[in-house]
């Protein structure tokens, strides 16, 4: 019997040996290591329109923000910080002339969105993600590819600068 528990004393310590060094071997600095998110949401294209941004200089791009039903509803309700299972994702394009357009109006003067460029994701979830403020970060290529992790890891750092909102940048459009 003391055989038995002894056996069974000493798996025990190992295993837990084991975790503690798997978990250890995941911190850096003293802080988990972030975790990005490595596939798209489902269902993302169905989400509402949060707002609308045109980047310039050298990215001189499109975008359409949408949230997912919990990100609408945090945002009408002025709800900080973002309640979990909150989804914003960020659909980017070239900016491009619209000769069509252009032609009807009789002057250059409208633009469209062109090729996809990325399509960025942030997820709630302030136990997985704890490492960075509670928000995983997403970035893919047009080709549905995620983004190398030295990408990802700007992610947290410039998102980080906008503490009084949660982190995030895009504020709902009226």
């Known amino acids: 019997m003391r055989r038995i528990a002894f056996v069974l004393v000493a798996a025990a310590s190992m295993a837990s040996i084991a975790g503690y060094t798997a978990h250890a071997a995941k911190q850096t600095d003293g802080q988990a290591a972030p975790v990005f998110v490595v596939e798209s949401p489902a269902g993302y294209r169905d989400f509402m329109l949060i707002s609308v941004a045109h980047e310039a200089g050298s990215l001189n791009s499109l975008g359409a923000v949408l949230g997912n039903d919990v990100a609408i509803k945090a945002y009408r309700g002025k709800t900080l910080p973002y309640p979990d299972g909150t989804i914003i994702a960020a659909l980017h394009y070239s900016h491009s002339p619209s000769e069509e357009n252009d032609r009807i109006f009789g002057k250059p003067q409208s633009f469209v969105p ?8 942030m997820i709630k979830d302030s136990q997985k993600y704890a490492a960075t403020g509670g928000w995983g970060f997403g970035h893919f290529g047009p080709d549905g590819k995620p983004g190398a992790e030295t990408l990802m890891k700007t992610c947290f750092p410039c998102h980080a600068q906008e503490r009084a909102r949660d982190l995030v940048f895009t504020q709902y459009m009226p």
């Open 114 to 121: 062109g090729h996809p460029t990325n399509t960025q994701f």
